[in-house]
């Protein structure tokens, strides 16, 4: 390859899939990309992932190049277009992750929330005991229908219905000595 061809000329020969070229203007205007890269990430990882991500996609890209600016301000384009949808991507990842981190944390503070009620229920319960515990655990924690209920405690639905009101009593009176 003619090491004096001027870069429009090379970028035409690589557009057409002339590996020489293509090497020649890498050889020539590598470092150039991962300096502006750099410059515009702030980060030596991101000018480098961008950088090579470039010249990855630079034979494609050349197609589009029409040569009606010099290459390198064509080049420089690319790589500002570039490093602008990298900030682009991780933004939307960091709103993402932000996103995610809030939701995880209002999971827990909800679990935290619904074990906290549990173990208050599970606590007043104890305290309350006998007939009204064990019917409150067949039809709130079981989930059975009070006739379910009724029949496995071998009493009347009315039975367990009326149990059912009182524990609500019951517990709305421990809720108001807790508070």
Not at 80 to 89: F, I, T, W, Y
Not at 148 to 157: P, Q
Request: proline share 1%.
């Amino acid at each position: 390859m003619d090491t004096q061809a001027n870069d429009e000329d090379l970028a035409e020969l690589a557009a057409a899939g002339n590996a020489g070229a293509f090497r020649c203007l890498l050889e020539r205007h590598y470092d150039r990309v991962y300096r502006l890269a750099f410059r515009l990430t702030g980060l030596r990882e991101d000018a480098e992932d961008l950088a090579q991500d470039i010249c990855a996609s630079l034979p494609k890209r050349l197609q589009s190049f029409r040569g009606q600016a010099k290459f390198t301000t064509w080049l420089y384009r690319v790589v500002l277009n570039a490093a602008r949808d990298m900030h682009r991507r991780k933004a939307s990842a960091n709103r993402a992750s932000d996103g995610f981190e809030e939701l995880a944390r209002l999971e827990s503070d909800a679990r935290d929330d619904a074990e906290d009620q549990t173990a208050w229920l599970y606590d007043a319960l104890d305290r309350i005991g006998g007939d009204l515990r064990e019917t409150a655990i067949l039809v709130l924690a079981e989930d059975r229908t009070h006739a379910e209920a009724a029949e496995i405690l071998s009493v009347k639905e009315s039975t367990v219905s009326w149990r059912m009101s009182k524990l609500k009593e019951k517990l709305k009176s421990i809720a108001k000595a807790d508070a």
